[in-house]
C-alpha cells in the first residue's frame, strides 16, 4: 500500500528519521518495521501555539518499496530552422518562463532586455548603494531577472488557480534551485542563488536555439502594412527584430512602455497599486512575537527567520504588509537619479539580524485624478513619480532615504535619533506624515496601532519607518481579450505579467508568462 498521510510532531522530533517514521506507524496502526519509505511532500510550521511543532505530509509505502522520485529535469529539444518567431520584451519571470514555455512549444524565442546580464548587473547596484547614481537601465528592477531576482525571491503564492504551480517550482529546482521549494510550505530561493538559476535558464533558452539580447531597449512597434497586427520591435539603438507575436513582459517599472503604448494610440486602463513605507524591526522581536518567545530568548533550532502578514481595512482602503523579508535588508529600487524609492531583500539564509516589510495603503484610480487633466489615464505614474521625487529630496539626495520612529510617527514629532538600519545608503530624519498624502499617512496611523495588537511590538520602540514604498504593482493595465490575451486594438500583442497588471510576484508572472506562451501558439496555429 501507498498512501498519503500528515502528522504532527514537536519541532526536535520533526528533524529526527526514527521519529517520523514512528509517527507515521503509529498513526497508521502498524509496526514501524512495516514502513518501507516515506517521502516528503509538504513541511509547514505549526507555531500558533507552544510547544512549536511541524506538520508533515509524507507518502508512505507499507509492506513494499516506494518508487524512487527522480529529481525535476528539464531537456528542450533544438529547434527547427522553420519556428515560429515571438519577441518576448523583458526578461524578468513573465518573460522567462514564457520563452520556456515557448520552446516547449516549437516556438522560437527573442528575448529583449533593457538592462544587462545578470552577472554584470551585480556591479551596477554599487553605485546606487555606495555612490548614490542609479545606472538607469540596470538596477534592482531592471536587468535580467527581473525585479524579483534581488528581492529575497518568494515563490509562495496563493495563485494556484491561474496554472501548474508545482510546475514552475519543479523548472526552478531543473535550472539550479533547492529541492526544498518543493515540500516547504513558504518556499523561497533568495537573491544570493536567484542569479545562477537565472543563468541556467538563458543556456536553456539559448542551447535550444533562442535568442537573448542584453541592453536592448525597446522604443516602438512594428506594425503590419494594415495597422492592425504587431509584426516586432524596434530598439533604442535601431535594431529592429520581427516576429509572429510579441510578449510584452516588461514589469512594474518601465514606465516609457507605457508612455510608448499611450502615444501610439493604444489602450491603457488606470488601475489600484499601493504607496507606503518599509517598517524595519529587529529580527528578534518577529521572532518573539510569531514563536512565542520571551525577547532575550533565542529562537530554537530548526526554526527559520519568523515572517508575518498583516492586513486591514481602514476607510474603504486596504492597509497591509507587503514582501516582508525576514532576515533580510532595505534596498535602494529607484530607476532614475531624481527619486528614492525602497524595497526589500534577503539572502537564502535569511540571516540578517533585522526583518523588513513594505507597509502600505491601497491608492485608487480616483486618488489620482489631481494628475488626470495632464497625465491622463498614466496619472497614477505621476503620482508616484511626484511621491519619489519628494522623497529623494527630503532625503537630502545620494539615495539618502527619510525615516522616523514609529514611535515619534504616531506621536506626531520628528525623531530625535533613528536606530540602526539596513539600508546602506543611509537615513535622515524626517515628517513622514509631511511627506505621504495625507490619505496614505492616516491610514498607517491607524494601521500602525491595530496591527500592533496583532503582532506584539510591531509600533514599539524598536520599531522604523523608511519612505517611501512605492513600485508595489503597477498602476497602468494594459489591457488583453480574456479569452485570446491579445490587446484588443492590436493583434498578436500579448500584455504579460506584473507590469500589464495580470501578476503579482514571481510565481504569477511565470504562470502568466506560460499562459501567454499557450495563447501565442493558439494564435498562431488558428
Not at 512594428?222 to 535594431?239: E, M, P, Q
Not at 520628528?414 to 492616516?442: C, F, K, M, N
Not at 490587446?487 to 502568466?512: K, M, N, R, T
Amino acid at each position: 500500500m501507498i498512501t498519503e498521510l500528515d502528522i504532527h510532531l514537536p519541532l526536535r522530533k520533526a528533524l529526527k528519521d526514527e521519529a517520523r517514521r514512528k509517527a507515521v506507524a503509529q498513526k497508521l496502526g502498524i509496526s514501524p518495521y512495516r514502513v518501507q519509505g516515506m517521502r516528503l511532500l509538504k513541511d509547514s510550521i505549526d507555531a500558533r501555539r507552544r510547544p512549536i511543532s511541524r506538520q508533515l505530509r509524507f507518502l508512505v509505502a507499507v509492506d513494499e518499496p516506494l518508487p524512487e522520485a527522480p529529481l525535476p529535469e528539464r531537456h528542450y529539444a533544438p529547434l527547427p530552422e522553420s519556428a515560429k518567431r515571438v519577441i518576448i520584451v523583458g526578461s524578468g519571470p513573465g518573460g522567462l518562463f514564457a520563452a520556456l514555455r515557448c520552446l516547449e512549444l516549437g516556438l522560437r524565442p527573442i528575448v529583449l532586455e533593457r538592462g544587462k546580464d545578470v552577472s554584470a548587473r551585480r556591479f551596477d547596484l554599487r553605485p546606487i548603494n555606495c555612490d548614490g547614481y542609479v545606472v538607469e537601465d540596470s538596477n534592482y528592477c531592471f536587468g535580467e531577472g527581473g525585479a524579483g531576482t534581488f528581492s529575497d525571491g518568494k515563490l509562495f503564492t496563493r495563485a494556484t488557480k491561474r496554472g501548474p504551480v508545482m510546475e514552475v517550482y519543479e523548472t526552478f529546482v531543473a535550472h539550479g534551485a533547492s529541492p526544498d521549494i518543493l515540500t516547504d510550505a513558504h518556499p523561497h530561493i533568495g537573491s544570493n542563488k536567484l542569479p545562477d538559476i537565472i543563468k541556467a535558464m538563458r543556456g536553456s533558452i539559448l542551447g535550444a536555439g533562442g535568442e537573448v539580447h542584453f541592453q536592448s531597449r525597446v522604443c516602438a512597434l512594428l506594425r503590419s502594412l494594415d495597422g492592425r497586427r504587431i509584426c516586432g520591435v524596434r530598439t533604442a539603438d535601431g535594431h529592429e527584430y520581427t516576429g509572429d507575436a510579441v510578449i510584452l513582459a516588461t514589469g512594474h517599472s518601465a514606465r516609457d512602455v507605457y508612455r510608448m503604448l499611450h502615444a501610439d494610440g493604444l489602450l491603457l486602463e488606470r488601475k489600484p497599486f499601493a504607496v507606503g513605507v518599509r517598517i524595519e524591526h529587529p529580527q528578534a522581536l518577529i521572532d518573539a512575537a510569531q514563536y512565542h518567545l520571551r525577547r532575550a530568548e533565542k529562537r530554537p533550532e530548526g526554526l527559520p527567520a519568523a515572517r508575518y502578514t498583516l492586513a486591514t481595512k481602514i476607510a474603504d482602503r486596504g492597509v497591509h504588509s507587503f514582501c516582508m523579508c525576514p532576515g533580510g535588508f532595505i534596498v535602494p529600487s529607484a530607476t532614475e537619479n531624481d527619486e528614492v524609492v525602497v524595497n526589500g531583500m534577503s539572502l537564502s539564509r535569511r540571516d540578517s539580524p533585522f526583518a523588513n516589510s513594505g507597509f502600505v495603503v491601497t491608492v485608487e484610480p480616483e486618488d489620482t485624478d489631481a494628475y488626470l487633466a495632464e497625465h491622463g489615464v498614466l496619472s497614477g505614474i505621476a503620482y508616484q513619480k511626484a511621491l519619489e521625487i519628494a522623497t529623494s529630496q527630503a532625503g537630502g539626495g545620494m539615495q539618502k532615504a527619510p525615516a522616523q520612529r514609529v514611535q515619534d510617527f504616531l506621536a506626531g514629532q520628528v525623531s530625535a535619533t533613528l536606530p540602526e538600519t539596513t539600508y546602506h545608503p543611509g537615513i535622515t530624519s524626517w515628517d513622514l506624515h509631511a511627506l505621504l498624502p495625507q490619505s496614505v499617512s492616516s491610514r498607517m496611523l491607524e494601521g500602525l496601532r491595530f496591527f500592533d495588537t496583532k503582532l506584539r511590538g510591531f509600533a514599539g520602540q524598536d520599531a522604523l519607518l523608511i519612505g517611501c514604498e512605492t513600485r508595489t504593482s503597477s498602476p497602468v493595465r494594459i489591457p488583453r481579450d480574456p479569452a485570446t490575451l491579445q490587446h484588443p486594438q492590436l493583434a498578436h500583442l500579448f500584455p504579460c505579467g506584473e507590469g500589464a497588471g495580470y501578476a503579482g510576484g514571481i510565481v504569477s508572472a511565470a504562470l502568466d508568462g506560460r499562459r501567454c506562451a499557450e495563447a501565442v501558439d493558439a494564435a498562431l496555429r488558428a
